[in-house]
């Protein structure tokens, strides 16, 4: 019998189409017509025509452009994994709505529109402005104990995400980043990295919040306590209960949630701008459900993270920036807002050969 959050899932796959191969080509053609030397334009280039295929119809330009953070916490943090409390998921929220973080700045300088959701924060925010109150529940369990979720909140977790991919396209939205915040996530990260790609733990387990020596310590021994309790091998890839029992064990709510947005997301056929490392893992698993949803997404920046160079292996993406960051939030994403906005103006404005009367080169 189908659990919940496999039939919310299935639902939402069955209408996930491929992005549009024909645009992509018909993208291309119209690119080589440009006033440039074949390909000069490097990797903005196919970087417009993916974003053509993904459109598949005429453009609205400016671009609008969504940011969105889920927020939860995890019950892993209790095992000393991270350099900060877990109080901070809280404070870190706090400081979205009231627009002093990284994330805000950036999306205010390339003018995106920021959304915060509380998936699952370990605190009571009251009726608090500027917030999306869509809290499951306080908080994972504690993987090393007990499944992170119940099959319950797994697919209310799933559903929120898959709400706000709807209210994204109500906005108009053609492109969305996907960031989050919760303290202890790069634990469940790694859990999830190492059972997708088949990595060891110390390949896919880096420093996160740049955790001393004794923390990493107790954190890599979490990793390999949590396989060894759920999982005896790797998934096999594009199977949806399996990628789903990984989430539901060792994942986290706003992990859940930026899955579900990233299915939805490309139902609905929105530029999907992944940023680091657990964004990467939401991908990683939409992609385990459904494959197609490859061809929506465009990695926005690499991380330091170790096991995020090895999901941009899985997913098959090449970073549009690398710039060292480790920070989250969705910052990374947002910083590639302006590359692809400027290979889509090159796009739609620049003359072509005939239309600006410029010789072509000789063959």
Do not use: W
């Not at 970087?47 to 969105?68: C, R, T, W």
């Not at 009231?98 to 370990?122: E, F």
């Not at 939805?264 to 939409?286: N, T």
């Amino acid at each position: 019998m189908n659990s919940l959050s496999n039939t919310l899932v299935s639902r939402v796959i069955q209408s996930i189409a491929p992005v549009s191969e024909p645009a992509r080509l018909r993208a291309q053609r119209h690119l080589d017509t440009l006033t440039k030397p074949l390909g000069s334009l490097g990797r903005l280039e196919p970087l417009a025509a993916q974003i053509v295929a993904i459109h598949d119809g005429p453009f609205n330009e400016p671009m609008s452009k969504g940011v969105y953070i889920f927020a939860a916490d995890h019950g892993v943090a209790e095992e000393g994994v991270s350099a900060y409390p877990r109080e901070v998921t809280h404070q870190m929220v706090l400081n979205f709505v009231s627009g002093g973080a990284a994330i805000n700045v950036l999306a205010r300088l390339h003018n995106a529109t920021l959304t915060v959701v509380d998936v699952g924060v370990d605190a009571d925010f009251g009726a608090l402005p500027g917030l999306v109150h869509c809290k499951v529940c306080r908080g994972t369990k504690n993987m090393l104990h007990e499944a992170a979720m119940t099959d319950e909140e797994l697919a209310a977790a799933l559903s929120v995400g898959i709400s706000m991919a709807d209210r994204a396209a109500a906005a108009g939205h053609a492109v969305v980043a996907i960031g989050e915040m919760g303290i202890g996530n790069t634990t469940a990260a790694s859990v999830i990295t190492c059972q997708l790609t088949g990595s060891t733990p110390e390949l896919a387990t880096g420093l996160g919040t740049g955790v001393e020596p004794a923390a990493y310590a107790r954190k890599l021994s979490a990793v390999r306590a949590a396989q060894h309790k759920y999982f005896d091998s790797p998934i096999s890839i594009a199977s949806t209960h399996s990628a789903l029992e990984i989430l539901r064990c060792v994942g986290g709510l706003e992990i859940a949630a930026m899955t579900g947005m990233i299915l939805a997301a490309a139902q609905r056929k929105l530029v999907v701008v992944v940023d680091g490392f657990i964004s990467a893992v939401a991908a990683a698993l939409a992609v385990a459900m459904e494959p197609h949803v490859a061809g929506y997404l465009i990695a926005g920046h690499c991380s330091k993270e170790p096991g995020h160079k090895l999901l941009l292996n899985f997913l098959g993406l090449t970073p549009v920036l690398d710039l060292g960051m480790r920070l989250g939030e969705g910052t990374g994403a947002v910083l590639a807002f302006s590359v692809l906005e400027s290979a889509i103006r090159l796009y739609t404005e620049m003359a072509t050969f005939a239309s600006a009367q410029v010789s072509e080169a000789s063959q």
